[in-house]
């Protein structure tokens, strides 16, 4: 298939510049979400538009879905009106969302039955790597599906064969793991030397050159000091994220003592109605505890 048409299905802060990214590398591209603005952007894009989750189904070779939560992939993926309904003999189906591994391990067994196959390929890189192409792609299946699917992942990102069905959701938990850990770790940070009297900016400058470096200082922490919590990866997509954890942990009998408490922190964000910031403004839940506001200071 050297030119596959592909249906996208979910057009957020992620899929849709994700949509934009396979459009440039010249794929036709069918997309659909719930909300009408999301198809109009990536239609003046040069998508086509779908009218349903059936309908993007049959149109297309390849259907991606990115969509916010596991009950969400359920409904798209296993519904009566859902994709492996719909799906046609020979199509590749690619769940980009972070879900349950259970459920996508599910979805791969279903697909096999089918004679259709399927990958679970959750993303970490944010609406950044969204937008520059350059997502890190955890991706669980077979590796005839995962050598299929190689030339539609590299206009999105990098992409990286982790094991079975499921295994690409583990690694994601995993990765989900370092980057809320971190993202505690520097709003705390912050928030000490805020509170001791140092601007916190210079405090982002002089981490981000020494072993402290991060993803979080280096893309976030300009925006943490200035207090633009507008989202890249929302709150409460990371409060889900620490659920999925939170389980995972259970089930496979692994301690998972550090994440309780970022899953508690995130938690705290949803109920004090901060759940659409962006993820780094977990901060704010520790400035309250600390009794300060993180800013840098005025030139």
Same mark, same amino acid.
């Given at each position: 298939?050297?030119?596959?048409?592909?249906?996208?299905i979910g057009l957020g802060i992620m899929?849709?510049?994700?949509?934009?990214?396979?459009?440039?590398?010249?794929?036709?591209?069918?997309?659909?979400?719930?909300?009408?603005?999301?198809?109009?952007? $990536?239609?003046?894009?040069?998508a086509k538009a779908g009218t349903s989750?059936?309908?993007?189904?049959?149109?297309?070779?390849?259907?991606?879905? &990115?969509?916010?939560?596991?009950?969400?992939?359920?409904?798209?993926?296993?519904?009566?009106?859902?994709? &492996?309904?719909?799906?046609?003999?020979?199509?590749?189906?690619?769940?980009?969302?972070?879900?349950?591994?259970?459920?996508? !391990?599910?979805?791969?067994?279903?697909?096999?039955?089918?004679?259709? !196959?399927?990958?679970?390929?959750? $993303?970490?890189?944010?609406?950044?790597?969204?937008?520059?192409?350059?997502?890190?792609?955890?991706?669980?299946?077979?590796?005839?599906?995962?050598?299929?699917?190689?030339?539609?992942?590299?206009? &999105?990102?990098?992409?990286?064969?982790?094991?079975?069905?499921?295994?690409?959701?583990?690694?994601?938990?995993?990765?989900?793991?370092?980057?809320?850990?971190?993202?505690?770790?520097?709003?705390?940070?912050?928030?000490?030397?805020?509170?001791?009297?140092?601007?916190?900016?210079?405090?982002?400058?002089?981490?981000?050159?020494?072993?402290?470096?991060?993803?979080?200082? !280096?893309?976030?922490?300009?925006?943490?000091?200035?207090?633009?919590?507008?989202?890249?990866?929302?709150?409460?997509?990371?409060?889900?994220? &620490?659920?999925?954890?939170m389980a995972a942990g259970q089930a496979?009998?692994?301690?998972?003592?550090?994440?309780?408490?970022?899953?508690?922190?995130?938690?705290?964000?949803? $109920?004090?109605?901060?759940?659409?910031?962006?993820?780094?403004?977990?901060?704010?839940?520790? !400035?309250?505890?600390?009794?300060?506001?993180?800013?840098?200071?005025?030139?």
């Amino acid at each position: 298939m050297s030119n596959p048409t592909i249906g996208f299905i979910g057009l957020g802060i992620m899929g849709r510049p994700m949509t934009k990214n396979l459009l440039k590398a010249g794929f036709t591209v069918i997309g659909y979400d719930l909300f009408p603005a999301g198809i109009e952007e $990536v239609v003046a894009a040069g998508a086509k538009a779908g009218t349903s989750i059936a309908d993007v189904t049959k149109r297309s070779d390849v259907i991606i879905t &990115m969509l916010p939560d596991t009950p969400d992939v359920e409904k798209v993926a296993l519904g009566p009106d859902g994709v &492996m309904a719909n799906i046609k003999p020979g199509s590749l189906y690619i769940d980009m969302s972070t879900v349950s591994p259970t459920v996508a !391990e599910q979805i791969g067994k279903l697909a096999g039955e089918k004679g259709v !196959e399927a990958l679970d390929a959750p $993303v970490s890189g944010g609406d950044v790597g969204a937008q520059k192409g350059t997502l890190s792609i955890m991706v669980g299946g077979t590796e005839a599906a995962f050598e299929r699917a190689l030339p539609v992942f590299a206009p &999105m990102g990098k992409a990286t064969l982790c094991g079975k069905h499921g295994a690409g959701q583990v690694v994601k938990a995993c990765n989900q793991i370092l980057v809320g850990v971190t993202i505690a770790g520097v709003a705390e940070a912050l928030t000490l030397g805020a509170k001791a009297g140092v601007d916190p900016a210079k405090i982002v400058q002089v981490l981000g050159g020494g072993l402290a470096r991060c993803g979080i200082l !280096e893309n976030r922490g300009q925006r943490i000091v200035s207090r633009d919590f507008n989202p890249g990866f929302r709150c409460r997509l990371h409060y889900k994220d &620490m659920r999925i954890i939170m389980a995972a942990g259970q089930a496979y009998g692994v301690p998972l003592m550090v994440s309780s408490i970022v899953h508690d922190l995130f938690k705290r964000m949803i $109920v004090a109605g901060r759940g659409e910031y962006d993820h780094t403004g977990l901060i704010t839940a520790v !400035e309250e505890m600390a009794g300060i506001e993180v800013k840098k200071h005025e030139e």
